[in-house]
């Protein structure tokens, strides 16, 4: 560990996560830190157990065994939306938009508690309701022009190409002020143009936004460019971790992950 | 034609003869204590096969029918979507003219009945009374995506109210309002709960036993709710304490016509009633229109679209789908309690499955989630069987063909939701400048 990670206060701890599907374990005992500030990488073969991890932690599903904290606070085995209300909110691996509203709407739903939720003042359009909801289109307008999608604001979500469903799912989660961002595979099916975008937005996401990153991805080159701690898995079973260069040279990784590609 | 389109007519045919031949084609004959079955009359078995020989043709020729319907539809100068969207469009682009399209409809709407006939005046009360209930309905199941088969059970919660306050504890139409649809938004928020953790098909299931639960307990309570037998008498709405009958029914209230000193007209009755539908429906359409453009709104419709990812923005579905059913619930209430008034005698009869049924063929047919749709669908739904009266046994079997129809024709509904156009302010330099000035910072 760098001086650096010491540093840092730890924001997400889990330890000896287990998930088990009947026989089957998806997940066996799983260790990561994450610390403020940082993008922590998982990667691993494809059914390796990341996205289950992921779905554990979220709160998707509750872990068989094992103890999440987050800021110091038990989170095991909490309600999804309670989870994503304490700041953790992610995107998913096949892209979950609604669809059939616009992009716009799209924000709007996901900033419902900063809104002024009065169902009176908002029959009314009281000032402070007016304002709130100014503050929802400011915030929303924000990111859709962070992630190049503000000409589209008044489009069905639905109709956007992969590439910008990919962004608007991501600024989605960040109009909810969050500060901790799981990505679910978020580089899958973007042209190499798009992939260096995402980057330089996740890498901003970090440095000026106060937000920590998870990330499944299987962009090697991508997660060695962005991570600063990465963690290893292969078959639900913790494999390796360390800094990028140290993954990189691990021999056990190489063997079981890279060297397949 | 080919072998398909033969063997595509033949089985139609067949199935046709089949279901026919059982249900037209034969009839029950009382004989002494007993009952025979015999061939139905010649003339129908003949319609029959007339009907047949139709069906074996147009199947036959089922392609090159269909290929000249296109061409005709091609040919016509009809716009490319339907002359509703063009209206839509056209209203948007020119707000102006939309906003005085609106004042004149509701000047007409306001005015017709003065010169209307009475009956024609009571049947926009009625399709009124549908309107609100599609509305209602469209909030549950167009907006949240709930498939409520039982919506009938809150409708009778919301009539039963008003009579038995009324009966019980004297209350007036106007506090029952209110309390109607209060205690059906109530019965919406209880009902809610155990069901709403079911989902699709399972929902669709216990909330049709639910609606049959409130009928057939209003139908079996006798002692309170009078049973079968129903509840009449009902008092009609006054104006600001003014009767409409001839001689004040209560006490210290005066009726209408002696107060302006003109004669008594029963006319008048059928003219209020129908100005306080109207009057019901517009604070429906607004509030609904209000409602849609708040977070309750877009969380109803967030969560049709998809629940995994609303609560994973931190949304608690239960809550979520509980509030579009208890304010559904609530509008039923209000229409119930409004029918009650109407009607003067309700009983469980008025409350059947088959209202459920109608009140959602509205919601379907006008387009799921679209308000002008389900107000257009309400009044074709109610206008119809009335200017086809003497097919009144048809009634159902018209509704099925109708529906068919609409879902070849316009599976959307017949005005599809428009999506609300929100314009941001362009306000590049501010967006661009600096990342201190971004308003996501603020935790
Ligand atoms: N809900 C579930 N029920 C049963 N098995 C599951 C479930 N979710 C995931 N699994 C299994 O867990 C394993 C890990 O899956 P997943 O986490 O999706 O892998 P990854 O995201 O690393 O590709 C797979 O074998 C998968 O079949
Ligand atoms: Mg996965």
């Given amino acids: ?261 | 034609m080919n072998t398909t389109s033969i063997k595509n007519a033949l089985i139609t045919s067949v199935v046709f003869l089949i279901l026919a031949s059982f249900m037209m084609g034969v009839q029950l004959v009382p004989e002494g204590t007993s009952i025979s079955l015999s061939l139905a009359d010649p003339v129908r078995l003949e319609a029959l096969g007339v009907a047949l020989a139709l069906l074996f043709v147009f199947q036959l020729f089922r392609e090159p029918i269909s290929n000249g319907w296109q061409a005709v539809k091609n040919k016509l100068p009809l716009p490319e979507h339907g002359i509703a969207e063009t209206l839509q469009t056209k209203g948007e682009q020119h707000p102006r003219l939309k906003q005085l399209a609106l004042a004149f409809l509701l000047a007409a709407l306001i005015i017709w009945p003065f010169f209307g006939s009475r009956g024609n005046v009571d049947l926009a009360t009625l399709a009124l009374i549908y309107v609100m209930l599609g509305l209602g309905l469209n909030i549950v199941v167009g907006l949240a995506g709930l498939l409520d088969l039982g919506y009938v059970g809150f409708y009778a919660v919301g009539a039963y109210s008003y009579a038995l306050l009324n009966q019980y504890f004297g209350l007036d139409f106007w506090s029952c309002l209110l309390l109607g649809g209060f205690i059906a938004a109530f019965f919406g928020f209880i009902l809610g709960f155990p069901v709403l953790r079911l989902r699709g098909d399972y929902l669709a299931i216990v909330t049709l036993g639910f609606g049959e639960i409130i009928r057939i307990l209003l139908n079996n309570w006798t002692a309170i709710t009078g049973g079968p037998n129903g509840i009449s008498q009902i008092p009609k709405p006054t104006l600001f304490g003014l009767e409409f009958s001839r001689r004040a029914k209560e006490e210290g209230n005066i009726p209408f016509h002696e107060f302006f000193g003109i004669d008594y007209s029963s006319g008048y009755k059928v003219i209020f009633l129908y100005l306080l539908a109207l009057l019901l429906v517009i604070a429906t359409l607004w509030v609904i229109n209000r409602l849609l453009r708040m977070p309750i709104g877009r969380a109803w419709e967030a969560l049709r679209e998809d629940d995994i990812a609303c609560q994973s923005l931190g949304m608690n579905k239960t809550i979520i789908k509980l509030s579009a059913f208890t304010i559904g619930a609530a509008f039923a209430g209000f229409a119930g309690t409004f029918f009650a008034a109407r009607q003067g005698f309700i009983s469980p009869e008025s409350f059947t499955f088959i209202e459920s049924a109608i009140i959602l063929a509205i919601v379907v047919l006008g387009g799921m989630g679209s308000q002008m749709g389900v107000v257009l669908a309400a009044i074709i739904m109610t206008i119809l069987p009335e200017l086809a009266r003497e097919f009144n046994e048809y009634r159902m079997l018209m509704f099925g063909l109708l529906m068919v129809f609409m879902m070849i024709w316009r599976p959307a509904g017949l005005m599809p939701m428009k999506r609300p156009h929100i314009a941001l302010k362009e306000s590049k330099e501010e967006n661009s400048s600096s990342i201190s000035q971004q308003p996501a910072h603020a935790a």
């Fill in chain 1, 1 to 261: 560990m760098s001086s650096q990670e010491n540093n840092q206060q730890t924001l997400l701890e889990v330890e000896d996560l287990t998930m088990r599907f009947g026989g089957l374990v998806a997940v066996n005992k799983v260790k990561l830190n994450v610390k403020s500030g940082q993008i922590v990488s998982i990667i691993g073969p494809n059914g390796a157990g990341k996205t289950t991890v992921f779905n554990c932690l979220t709160g998707f599903y509750k872990p068989s065994d094992g103890r999440i904290s987050y800021r110091g606070e038990n989170i095991t085995g909490s309600k999804n939306h309670e989870i994503s209300r304490k700041g953790i909110v992610r995107t998913f691996q096949h892209v979950r938009l609604f669809k059939s509203m616009t992009v716009l709407e799209n924000l709007l739903v996901a900033q419902h508690r900063h809104l002024n939720t009065n169902l009176l003042s908002g029959l009314f359009k009281t000032p402070a309701y007016r304002r709130s909801e100014q503050a929802a289109f400011d915030r929303a307008s924000f990111w859709l022009d962070k992630v190049n999608l503000k000409s589209m604001a008044n489009r069905d979500a639905g109709n956007l190409s992969y590439g910008q469903q990919r962004r608007l799912e991501i600024a989605r989660c960040m109009v909810t002020q969050p500060d901790m961002l799981m990505l679910d595979e978020p580089a899958a099916g973007l042209n190499p143009r798009e992939t260096k975008e995402l980057d330089e937005l996740i890498c901003e996401l970090r440095d000026h936004h106060n937000v920590s990153v998870m990330l499944i991805e299987h962009d090697m080159k991508l997660v060695m460019e962005i991570s600063d701690h990465i963690y290893v898995i292969n078959q639900g079973t913790p494999l390796a971790d360390g800094l990028p260069d140290q993954i990189k040279n691990n021999p056990d990784v190489i063997k079981a992950y890279l060297g397949e590609a």
